[in-house]
């Protein structure tokens, strides 16, 4: 029997992360599942392992440490395996104005949202053109497309990161058989805000604006790997017009949008 392909995905344990995780096991994946709570991901891996016969690699990491990257590619490695597809999802938010926060806080943000995303990558595609198959998503977010907003202030930027990376992947690796992806969902129902603190705030949001996280992880497994995909993903109707709509609007006018919209997704002073 063939080998089933491996999925690396960090921030596996809960949301996002978990569903890429459920839906990948049923398409055929093995999986090598890495976050900061062993317990959950042991839970998820002895489930996915008893519905769908996949192997499960749990490789505990907290990718705030620097050396959490190369140790997660070493635990692959002894395992005999190669990574088919790396899932960079691991991510969250700082809330508040940025001068009121931590800059240690903002530093280890950097090593989990850029660094870590970087390194992963950089790491696991030297094998992935070598088998001339595979790929790369990376979840960006709807905010990396519009104007960046008050509070969580490096979040919009490293999102924007994320998007402007995969397109450069996309294109140095377009010959090689490799699919990169930026998935940029908007507002999803997860442990996100709750994590951030800023589930109060965003709750009095109307119901048309969220989705549904194992919906937005349907519409990137779908389009992944298809002929033609664009790189930059956007999910759901609603979030397609708000990219739309700030690519159409004047500059001056998507900004100042943002800046009076902020305080109703985002903690301020």
């Given at each position: 029997?063939?080998?089933?392909?491996?999925?690396?995905?960090?921030?596996?344990?809960?949301?996002?992360?978990?569903?890429?995780?459920?839906?990948?096991?049923?398409?055929?994946?093995?999986?090598?599942?890495?976050?900061r709570?062993?317990?959950?991901?042991?839970?998820?891996?002895?489930?996915?392992?008893?519905?769908?016969?996949?192997?499960?690699?749990?490789?505990?990491?907290?990718?705030?440490?620097?050396?959490?990257?190369?140790?997660?590619?070493?635990?692959?490695?002894?395992?005999?395996?190669?990574?088919?597809?790396?899932?960079?999802?691991?991510?969250?938010?700082?809330?508040?104005?940025?001068?009121?926060?931590?800059?240690?806080?903002?530093?280890?943000?950097?090593?989990?949202?850029?660094?870590?995303?970087?390194?992963?990558?950089?790491?696991?595609?030297?094998?992935?053109?070598?088998s001339g198959?595979?790929?790369?998503?990376?979840?960006?977010?709807?905010?990396?497309?519009?104007?960046?907003?008050?509070?969580?202030?490096?979040?919009?930027?490293?999102?924007?990161?994320?998007?402007?990376?995969?397109?450069?992947?996309?294109?140095?690796?377009?010959?090689?058989?490799?699919?990169?992806?930026?998935?940029?969902?908007?507002?999803?129902?997860?442990?996100?805000?709750?994590?951030?603190?800023t589930?109060?705030?965003?709750?009095?949001m109307?119901?048309?604006?969220?989705?549904?996280?194992?919906?937005?992880?349907?519409?990137?497994?779908?389009?992944?790997?298809?002929?033609?995909?664009?790189?930059?993903?956007?999910?759901?109707?609603?979030?397609?017009?708000?990219?739309?709509?700030s690519?159409?609007?004047?500059?001056?006018?998507?900004?100042?949008?943002?800046?009076?919209r902020?305080?109703?997704?985002r903690?301020?002073?």
């Open positions: 029997m063939a080998e089933r392909p491996l999925a690396l995905i960090t921030g596996a344990s809960a949301g996002i992360g978990a569903d890429y995780a459920r839906q990948m096991a049923a398409a055929g994946y093995d999986l090598a599942l890495t976050a709570r062993r317990e959950r991901l042991d839970s998820l891996a002895e489930q996915l392992a008893s519905e769908h016969g996949c192997e499960c690699l749990v490789i505990p990491a907290d990718l705030a440490d620097p050396a959490a990257p190369s140790q997660i590619c070493a635990a692959i490695a002894d395992s005999k395996r190669a990574v088919n597809v790396l899932v960079n999802n691991a991510g969250y938010a700082i809330a508040g104005v940025y001068h009121q926060t931590e800059w240690d806080d903002q530093a280890r943000f950097l090593q989990v949202m850029v660094t870590a995303v970087a390194e992963l990558s950089h790491r696991l595609l030297p094998g992935m053109r070598e198959s595979g790929g790369i998503i990376n979840v960006a977010s709807l905010a990396g497309i519009v104007p960046g907003s008050s509070g969580h202030t490096l979040y919009a930027a490293v999102k924007s990161f994320m998007i402007s990376f995969s397109e450069s992947l996309a294109m140095e690796n377009a010959n090689r058989g490799i699919c990169i992806q930026a998935l940029c969902p908007g507002f999803t129902y997860s442990e996100f805000h709750d994590v951030v603190g589930r109060d705030i965003v709750s009095k109307p119901d048309y604006m969220w989705m549904k996280a194992d919906e937005v992880v349907r519409i990137s497994l779908d389009r992944f790997g298809k002929p033609g995909a664009a790189v930059m993903l956007v999910p759901g109707r609603f979030n397609r017009f708000i990219a739309m709509l690519r159409k609007l004047p500059y001056r006018a998507a900004f100042a949008l943002v800046r009076k902020s305080g109703d997704f903690r301020q002073e």
